[in-house]
């Protein structure tokens, strides 16, 4: 083969990728339509309250925050700011370092991650987990491992860590 010509997919290969990229393009926009509907919050806002209720003291500093939930960091602040309005979340400045801020998650954001957390966890399970058998779970959790480190080769991601 040529060393210019591209090494193309084959006829396997373009199926399985077909099949993820849409998967990628519709899953994000089913649970972010259902947490719109049943809770009145986006995915990413989602993200950000589950990120923290998970974290020791539900507080992270705002740059792992915007890593965990896969933002930029002006987005994450303009997202804490929406749950700042909201009362679920608060800012504090590091008392490690001060030139960090943390994001806290309140009581009641605690309240909403709490009663928006079944309805989610009921659409993840619809859309990925109950079309699947054991095994093929098995698989993907193995493919999501090799993909994300093919990704994050040096596991700097924080979501990389738990993987």
Known sequence: ???GEPHWLAEEETQAWLGLASMLIRLPSALDAQLQQDAGIS???????AGLSMRPERTMRMSE????ADGSLSRLSHTVTRLEKQGWVRRAPDPADGRYTLAILTEEGWGKVVATAPG??????????DPLTRAQVRQLTEIGRRVTRALDPDGSCPTTRFA
């Not at 995915?43 to 309250?49: A, D, I, M, P, R």
């Not at 989610?120 to 987990?129: I, P």
């Open 43 to 49: 995915h990413f806002e989602y993200q950000v309250l």
């Open 65 to 68: 925050l915007a890593e965990v």
């Open 1 to 3: 083969m040529d060393e």
């Open 120 to 129: 989610h966890v009921a659409a993840v399970r619809r859309y990925v987990f």
